[in-house]
């Protein structure tokens, strides 16, 4: 079964203060894995993918097959980070994408 | 990336009456669009994939027959809620695209 884990529903964190959001995953086979995000009244978007490994707004994530995760990093948290963050995996082809429950990350100042 | 619209954004209706949602993708051709449910404070849930020119699939669980998909062109799908209850109201996304999803804005109904 697929299957997207986020332990975390909400995480605060002080500006300037290492974030980690994790995620895990169940999927039989080799699923795409994404983060996306959520700011106030706005829609989801594509924060960082896993086949691209591209840094996004400071945010890395690094699938790792063994422990079934992709966790989210950012070393220096803003307050502008705060927001919801969706982990979400996709099978191949023209597949739906399947969320975690999201996590919320609130950046005191 | 993609573009894509819902109309409307916001919808308030009484109990029993019907309420159509539009999903428009303004630059991509989507064969497949697929619409999510999000209720307060809660993640995404698939609801149905609209096919272009067939049936929807819709999850399990979601009935078919009260939530009626039209996908009747590359970029228009559109989502009907039969005999709305207080129950629906929910947030009701779409998203099309092919590796990388791209999201509607949303429409929120509230069923009175």
């Known amino acids: 079964a697929q299957r997207v884990t986020q332990p975390e529903k909400l995480l605060s964190v002080f500006k300037g203060a290492p974030v980690e959001l994790k995620c895990n995953y169940s999927?039989?086979?080799?699923?795409?894995l994404f983060w996306y995000v959520q700011y106030s009244r706005q829609r989801l978007q594509l924060l960082l993918r896993h086949i691209s490994r591209e840094s996004i707004k400071g945010f890395t994530a690094d699938l790792n097959k063994g422990e079934t995760s992709f966790h989210l990093k950012k070393p220096f948290a803003q307050e502008e980070d705060s927001a919801m963050y969706y982990c979400?995996?996709?099978?191949?082809?023209?597949?739906?994408?399947?969320f975690g429950k999201g996590t919320r990350l609130s950046v005191i100042a | 990336g993609a573009v894509v619209s819902q109309h409307p954004s916001w919808v308030i209706c009484k109990s029993g009456t019907s309420v159509k949602i539009e999903c428009r993708s303004l630059?991509?051709?989507?064969?497949?669009m697929f619409w999510y449910r999000q209720f307060p404070k809660q993640s995404l849930m698939l609801m149905a994939t609209?096919?272009?020119?067939?049936?929807?699939?819709?999850e399990q669980g979601v009935e078919k027959d009260k939530f009626l998909i039209n996908h009747a062109s590359l970029t228009l799908s559109t989502l009907t809620v039969t005999s709305a209850h207080p129950e629906d109201s929910s947030f009701y996304i779409c998203?099309?695209?092919?590796?990388?999803?791209?999201f509607g804005p949303g429409t929120r109904l509230t069923v009175l």
């Open positions: 609209s096919n272009e020119g067939s049936k929807a699939t819709y």
């Open positions: 630059d991509f051709q989507a064969t497949t």
């Open positions: 999927y039989s086979g080799s699923p795409e």
């Open positions: 979400a995996l996709k099978g191949g082809g023209n597949t739906p994408l399947v």
């Open positions: 998203s099309v695209g092919r590796d990388e999803q791209f």
